[in-house]
């Protein structure tokens, strides 16, 4: 089970739950993925309300690491995730949401 109140959100990824979270590290990382230099520029560029389906992704792959996953991008091009592209977006939004302290 994810535990909201230490910022994880679970998603079905091929038919399997997996929890999220963004830990430093999975920060870290996807400021990389989204050529950001710090967490401010990234939170302004999530913010903007143009968020794109790259974003989406890279936040879902930090946060399946950030949650022990192993894997990659590229590891979820063929991958299922539960309720489609609508669904991955806003466990993404939901995801930054719990990581920066709201635990809805």
Known sequence: MANPRAGEVAV???ERRRVMKLTLGA???LEE???CDSI???LARLEGGRVSARDVLALIVA???GGGWPGRAADLV???IEG???EAARLAALLV???FGEAA
């Open 12 to 14: 079905i990824l091929d």
């Open 27 to 29: 920060l870290a990382e």
């Open 33 to 35: 993925a989204l050529g």
């Open 40 to 42: 401010e520029a990234l």
């Open 63 to 65: 946060g399946l690491r």
């Open 78 to 80: 063929a991958a299922e």
């Open 84 to 86: 489609g592209p609508v």
């Open 97 to 99: 949401a719990r990581a």
